[in-house]
Structure formats: structure tokens, C-alpha cells
């Protein structure tokens, strides 16, 4: 299987050293090259497109945020992992919002950062788990995310699309949703199709936006891991 190439954008030349040393000695990662700030970070992702670009927001000159937003409209299909030291649901919603594809703070543990790596590359969504509460409660409005799942008619979704969206919201595989719903995994990722044309989406990214944003999930119905 080819490896997951990472790029690393920080501007911090001692924690780059040791993320590469960490990220080289995993089995299917390769660090393919290094950034101290946002107008390189956005050089090197177009040179070296990668799979996965680790994002630091805080970097002098040009910040990780503005990098974030030129770097999705030019190479999109590089995904971003926004590794900082800001656990701030401002930051959150604003990295989520111009298309990160996962969030984790720089003191997460090691293991914690792998997997990350290695969901988003997947196409999954990864928000640190003390995070994730805090984005379920400022989206929900402390409280109103006791809701239950309303079909709004407009949407025209059936039943059991409505199921498979939210499901895939939550994080689960197409092979989980389909035993959960005792489905096959193709009519599963039919229903996912439909869903995302009926919608407009064009990610899973966006679909997690789009439930969160839409009542979708209780508050403890989004899963981080």
C-alpha cells in the first residue's frame, strides 16, 4: 500500500524535528517535507502535494488559517489537520468552516496524533475529544441539542437515508452502517450517494458540517475517534 505523505507546517524547528521523528518511524507515513510558515506551507503543498498537511494556526507572517483557505481552493485534494496549541472553539469552527478536515491540539499524545493522521487521510473527520463537546454545545446553543432528528420536507430525504446520513456523520464505515442497518455495503453506499447529491455535499467533511449544523446529532451523537 503507498504511504500517506505528510507535510509538516509549524514554525517551531524543534517540535517539526521531533513530529518528523515521531510520523517516520510509523509504518505507511512519510513526512515528504517541512514548512515554518503559511506562505510556505502553501508553496510546498502545491510542489509536493500530499496526502495529509499538518497546519499549525499560530506562524508568523502569513497564519495557518489564511494558508488554510488558499490552500483547499488550490489543492484541494491535500486534506488538513489543524495541530495546534489553541483549544478554542473559535479556532474551531473557523478551521472546520474554510475546510480542515480534523483538529487536535499539539498536546495530544502521540498515538492520539496517528490516528488522526490516519482518519482524515481515510476521508473521516478527527476532533479531539474535549473539543468535540465544546463544538457540540456552541453549535447546539448550550442545551437545544436534545433534539431529535426532524426531516425538514424541503430535503426530501426517506427514512433510511436519514439513517445512513447520520450514521456516516458519526463516523462509522460503510461495512459498520451496513450491519447496523443489515444492509450490503453497496446498497449503503448508494443511499451516501444520494444523500450527498440530494444535499449538494461533496465530503464527508461536509456532511459532518452539514448535520452538526442542521440539528443532526445529539450531543453526544458525534463521535471523534
Known sequence: MPKIRVLIADD???????LKVLLQTQAGIEVVG???DGHEA???????????????ITMPGLGGLEALKTIK?????????VLTMHEDEGYLLQA???GASGYIPKKAADNELINAIRMVHRGEVFIYPS???VLVEEMFHGGAGEKQIVAAEHLRLSQREREVLTLVAQGYTNQQIADRLYLSVKTVETYKAR???KLNLQSRVELVRYALQHGLLSK??????
Open 34 to 36: 517541512e514548512a515554518a
Open 195 to 197: 444523500v450527498m447529491e
Open 12 to 18: 517551531h524547528a524543534v517540535l517539526r524535528s521531533g
Open 220 to 225: 453526544d451523537g458525534l463521535t471523534s475517534t
Open 96 to 98: 472546520l468552516k474554510m
Open 42 to 56: 502553501i508553496n510546498k503543498t502545491a510542489e509536493l502535494r500530499p496526502d495529509v498537511l499538518l497546519l499549525d
Open 131 to 133: 473539543l468535540t463537546r
Open 73 to 81: 481552493e488550490t489543492v484541494p485534494a491535500t486534506v488538513i489537520l
